[in-house]
C-alpha cells in the first residue's frame, strides 16, 4: 500500500457525481453551438450571464434524464478567463474543466485544503444557477499535478 492511502469517494465530505463537463465556445459562436449539441439530442436546461470573475454567457445541456451535464462557456470580455483559455488555444474553445457535485461545498473545501489540496480561491463562491462553487488548481499537487482544472459545485437543492 502507498504512503497516500486510498479513500473512497464518501469519504470526501458529500462528493456525489459528475455535475458538468464545462467546453469553451469562442465569443459569437455560442448559438450555433447550442444547436449544434441539439440535433445530437441534448436538451436546454439553463442560460444565464455569469457577472465577474467569470464573465462568460453559460448555457447547460442534458442528454436524456442523467444528472450529467454539458456546460458552454462563452466569454463576454477579453478579461474572462475562458477567454484567456481560448487565446492560449489560438482562438479554439475546448474542455475548460470537469466539475463534480457535493453536498456542502465548504465542507468539501475545508476537508481538500486539509489534505494538502491547492483552491483557487480562499473560500468558495457564488456560481451560475443558485449554486456555490470552488475550483481545485490544477497543480494542486507538486507530487501528482492533476493538469486538469477541477471545479466543485453544490446544488442548494442537494445540501446535506
Given at each position: 500500500?502507498?504512503?497516500?492511502?486510498?479513500?473512497?469517494?464518501?469519504e470526501i465530505p458529500g462528493f456525489l457525481f459528475i455535475d458538468h463537463v464545462a467546453i469553451s465556445v469562442p465569443a459569437g459562436q455560442l448559438d450555433a453551438m447550442v444547436a449544434a449539441y441539439e440535433m445530437l439530442g441534448f436538451k436546454v436546461l439553463h442560460r444565464e450571464e455569469v457577472p465577474a470573475p467569470?464573465?462568460?454567457?453559460?448555457?447547460?445541456?442534458?442528454?436524456?434524464?442523467?444528472?450529467?451535464?454539458?456546460?458552454?462557456?462563452?466569454?463576454?470580455?477579453?478579461?474572462?478567463?475562458?477567454?484567456?483559455?481560448?487565446?492560449?488555444?489560438?482562438?479554439?474553445?475546448?474542455?475548460?474543466?470537469?466539475?463534480?457535485?457535493?453536498?456542502?461545498?465548504?465542507?468539501?473545501?475545508?476537508?481538500?485544503?486539509?489534505?494538502?489540496?491547492?483552491?483557487?480561491?480562499?473560500?468558495?463562491?457564488?456560481?451560475?444557477?443558485?449554486?456555490?462553487?470552488?475550483?481545485?488548481?490544477?497543480?494542486?499537487?507538486?507530487?501528482?499535478?492533476?493538469?486538469?482544472?477541477?471545479?466543485?459545485?453544490?446544488?442548494?437543492?442537494?445540501?446535506?
Amino acid at each position: 500500500m502507498s504512503e497516500h492511502q486510498s479513500v473512497r469517494p464518501e469519504e470526501i465530505p458529500g462528493f456525489l457525481f459528475i455535475d458538468h463537463v464545462a467546453i469553451s465556445v469562442p465569443a459569437g459562436q455560442l448559438d450555433a453551438m447550442v444547436a449544434a449539441y441539439e440535433m445530437l439530442g441534448f436538451k436546454v436546461l439553463h442560460r444565464e450571464e455569469v457577472p465577474a470573475p467569470h464573465l462568460v454567457r453559460e448555457v447547460l445541456l442534458q442528454i436524456g434524464e442523467g444528472p450529467n451535464l454539458i456546460q458552454l462557456l462563452e466569454p463576454t470580455s477579453d478579461d474572462s478567463p475562458v477567454a484567456k483559455a481560448i487565446a492560449k488555444r489560438d482562438g479554439r474553445g475546448g474542455v475548460e474543466h470537469i466539475a463534480f457535485r457535493v453536498r456542502n461545498a465548504q465542507v468539501a473545501f475545508d476537508a481538500l485544503k486539509a489534505k494538502g489540496f491547492r483552491m483557487t480561491s480562499d473560500a468558495p463562491g457564488p456560481g451560475s444557477r443558485g449554486t456555490t462553487i470552488f475550483f481545485i488548481h490544477p497543480k494542486s499537487r507538486e507530487d501528482a499535478p492533476f493538469g486538469v482544472l477541477y471545479e466543485i459545485v453544490e446544488d442548494p437543492s442537494t445540501r446535506g
